[in-house]
């Protein structure tokens, strides 16, 4: 079904926009729709960070039963993340950053939303970026 990229795409963003209290709550409400959900906060210098964000979302995935421990679904959430990171790349490269990774999955949809804020001396940013992927169901 065509809108059901879309249900699990704003599922992710919920997550990672959610306060923990939240989080509990959404992840609670995916389940009864038959959703998998869950969220991980990150931070650091964002280059420097990447293979520690995609080590956390792999984790959190597998921890979850989101994916399950096979390269296929390994690989559906490393190449989500970092569509996720080349999004909010332009305005936090090389700056110090704080935020949470959101990933949600129902059937062959996955969706890996990150949101951070970039710290630059007093003044502070915002970015979220986005990523999908089909995987098999197993």
């Known amino acids: 079904m065509r809108t059901e990229s879309i249900a699990v795409a704003k599922w992710a963003i919920n997550l990672a926009i959610s306060s923990r209290e939240e ?7 995916m389940r009864k729709d038959e959703y998998k959900g869950t969220a991980v ?4 210098d964002l280059i420097n960070s990447i293979p520690k964000i995609i080590e956390r979302a792999l984790v959190a995935s597998k921890k979850t039963g989101i994916i399950k421990d096979i390269h296929v679904h390994e690989g559906a959430v490393s190449g989500a993340v970092m569509d996720a990171i080349v999004a909010v790349n332009p ?3 090389g700056l110090n950053f704080g935020g949470k ?3 949600a ?3 062959e949809h996955l ?3 990150l949101f951070i804020s970039i710290g630059l001396l ?4 915002l970015a979220i970026g986005i990523g999908h992927r089909s995987i098999p169901i197993l």
């Not at 989080?23 to 409400?29: F, G, P």
């Not at 906060?41 to 650091?44: A, V």
């Not at 007093?122 to 940013?125: G, P, Q, T």
């Open 105 to 107: 999955r129902r059937g």
């Open 41 to 44: 906060d990150i931070g650091g």
């Open 101 to 103: 990774i959101g990933i």
């Open 111 to 113: 969706c890996v939303c």
């Open 91 to 93: 305005k936090a490269m």
């Open 122 to 125: 007093h003044l502070n940013d």
């Open 23 to 29: 989080e509990k709550a959404l992840i609670e409400q």
